[in-house]
């Protein structure tokens, strides 16, 4: 079965400290995989792609077909990543299969 | 213009009344989606339209009905909605369908049923 799972619910973390939101999936194919951020009022945005291999914000995702999983992570936390971070992962109908989410909260 | 547009921002409604929703695009493109959000859960999935024909009806109920009018416009239209369907409901679009380039998000509209 194809699946996303984020297994944390909330995460919370100082600032300044490393950040890794967990993401696994299932899936039988080669994944395409997503981070979704959705900041307080404002829309659900894309933060970042595997195939693209970037870093946005200072957020970098490294797959792991090994381990099935694709966690964000960030070395130092900032006041203004506190949002709710989706994993999706693009099925074979080319539709998004998200994760439950992950809010992160970053405490001063 | 990179941006999704939704209106309104809010609507209340009775479940008796009939309104619509309204998303529009751009950006070039030929997939649009409609999504209902419910708060602190990822969007589900209600319709895709490729082309402007509908592609995908995830067996969402009879009182919601959508329509693409045109390659830049997509509306959602309500009738005799219950109090579940209270939620963020959610328009994206993407360049094609069958691709894997990333889905852009509109604000959403916020629907209250009374």
């Known amino acids: 079965a194809q699946r996303v799972t984020q297994p944390e619910k909330l995460l919370s973390v100082f600032k300044g400290a490393p950040v890794e939101l967990k993401c696994n999936y299932s899936?039988?194919?080669?994944?395409?995989l997503f981070w979704y951020v959705q900041y307080s009022r404002q829309r659900l945005q894309l933060l970042l792609r595997?195939?693209?291999?970037?870093s946005i914000k200072g957020f970098t995702a490294d797959l792991n077909k090994g381990e099935t999983s694709f966690h964000l992570k960030k070395p130092f936390a900032q006041e203004e990543d506190s949002a709710m971070y989706y994993c999706a992962l693009q099925d074979s109908n080319y539709q998004l299969i998200w994760g439950a989410g992950t809010k992160l909260i970053i405490k001063p | 213009d990179t941006e999704v547009t939704q209106t309104p921002k809010h609507l209340v409604m009775g479940m008796t009344n009939k309104k619509s929703l309204k998303c529009e695009q751009h950006m070039g493109h030929r997939a649009m989606y409609w999504y209902k959000q419910k708060a602190k859960k990822p969007p589900e999935l209600m319709f895709v339209y490729s082309y402007e024909k509908l592609s995908i009806n995830e067996s969402v109920p009879s009182r919601f009905s959508p329509e693409c009018p045109n390659s830049s416009l997509l509306n959602l239209h309500l009738h005799a909605l219950q109090p579940e369907d209270s939620a963020l409901y959610l328009c994206?679009?993407?360049?094609?369908?069958?691709?894997?380039?990333?889905?852009?998000f509109g604000d959403g509209t916020r629907l209250s049923i009374l």
């Open positions: 595997h195939i693209s291999r970037e």
């Open positions: 899936y039988s194919g080669s994944p395409e």
């Open positions: 994206a679009s993407s360049q094609y369908v069958d691709s894997n380039q990333p889905q852009h």
